[in-house]
T-cell receptor, first 111, second 114 residues
Framework: KQEVTQIPAALSVPEGENLVLNCSFT??????LQWFRQDPGKGLTSLLL?????REQTSGRLNASLDKSSGRSTLYIAASQPGDSATYLC??????????FGKGTSLLVTP | NAGVTQTPKFRVLKTGQSMTLLCAQD?????MYWYRQDPGMGLRLIHY???????AKGEVPDGYNVSRLKKQNFLLGLESAAPSQTSVYFC?????????????FGPGTRLTVT
């Protein structure tokens, strides 16, 4: 069974810092990996999707990398802002059916 | 462009009552999913469907039933609600074979069972 782990569980940084969120998974036979953002009491917003054949994806200040062989992904957020405060979820697709989620990293960016 | 919508947004049930959650998508997606999200547990798959008329069990299917009579709709039923089913329920969909397999999520339904 695929296990997805996110470290750290919570993170607090001052505005302007660059930061890295980590995601690891136990079964490297994945189709893709998605990073989501979830604001309190809200749904999931897809940030980036990396196919298994790709190494990284970028969107604005966000950059996600994937090392399938080692079972790791990182989400890099540049020049963090208070509006980035949210929970970030990592999820992988193995069988092509459903996503296996990590428990998330709760990020607080202080002014 | 509505994407994935869920009805209702909030609901409070008494133990033993029944209800149906409706998920609708307007992207002509083949695959649809129901997840539940609980504190400290992350999101877990309840049931899913790979096409109209098909359903399959996920990780935590007990106490739930589903139906996919129309391609655009995926219904999640609770026949006899229990306090353990207090949760936030998310529906998701994605396109069929080929493509990126990216899943799109609805806004969620907050269910409280007393």
């Amino acid at each position: 069974k695929q296990e997805v782990t996110q470290i750290p569980a919570a993170l607090s940084v001052p505005e302007g810092e660059n930061l890295v969120l980590n995601c690891s998974f136990t079964d490297s036979a994945i189709y893709n990996l998605q990073w989501f953002r979830q604001d309190p009491g809200k749904g999931l917003t897809s940030l980036l999707l990396i196919q298994s054949s790709q190494r990284e994806q970028t969107s604005g200040r966000l950059n996600a990398s994937l090392d399938k062989s080692s079972g790791r992904s990182t989400l890099y957020i540049a020049a963090s802002q208070p509006g980035d405060s949210a929970t970030y979820l990592c999820a992988v697709t193995n069988s092509g059916y459903a996503l296996n989620f990590g428990k998330g990293t709760s990020l607080l960016v202080t002014p | 462009n509505a994407g994935v919508t869920q009805t209702p947004k909030f609901r409070v049930l008494k133990t033993g009552q029944s209800m149906t959650l409706l998920c609708a998508q307007d992207m002509n997606h083949e695959y649809m999913y129901w997840y539940r999200q609980d504190p400290g547990m992350g999101l877990r798959l309840i049931h899913y469907s790979v096409g109209e008329g098909t359903t399959a069990k996920g990780e935590v299917p007990d106490g739930y039933n589903v139906s996919r009579l129309k391609k655009q709709n995926f219904l999640l039923g609770l026949e006899s609600a229990a306090p353990s089913q207090t949760s936030v329920y998310f529906c998701a969909s994605r396109s069929g074979g080929g493509g990126s397999y990216e899943q799109y999520f609805g806004p969620g339904t907050r269910l409280t069972v007393t």
